[in-house]
């Protein structure tokens, strides 16, 4: 079982920054990949950037790359998502998750066992 918790949520203005992070805890986190997600109102869950946490190989949506780093701290357990330029298009509920399943993130919600809470994050115009 894994516990993850996600922080760093926030209101900033379009052009600014936010980093997101989220903690994990419960057994090894071998052969785990962990991914964020993010869900708009009246729109899908979809997949922003993940990472394999034994390689540190990192992916991003189309939509982010460039903008967004994925990285990850094995001291501390815990992936972080830092986020720049940001855009009103970007606001949304974050969510980071996490599998054994795949050796890469998988880009489907649905392939994903274990989530975090969420964190919103706002971009104003």
């Known amino acids: 079982q894994v516990q993850l918790v996600e922080s760093g949520g926030g209101l900033v203005q379009a052009g600014g920054s936010l980093r997101l992070s989220c903690a994990a805890s419960?057994?090894?986190?071998?052969?785990?990949?962990v991914g964020w997600f993010r869900q708009a109102p009246g729109k899908d869950r979809e997949f922003v950037a993940g990472i394999t946490w034994s390689t540190g190989n990192t992916y991003y949506a189309d939509s982010v790359k460039g903008r967004f780093t994925i990285s990850r701290d094995n001291a501390k357990s815990t992936v972080y998502l830092q986020m720049n330029s940001l855009k009103p298009e970007d606001t949304a509920v974050h969510y980071c998750a996490a599998t054994r399943r795949w050796s890469r993130p998988p880009r489907s919600p649905g392939e994903y066992d274990y989530w975090g809470q969420g964190t919103q994050g706002t971009v104003s115009s």
């Open positions: 419960g057994r090894t986190f071998a052969n785990l990949v």
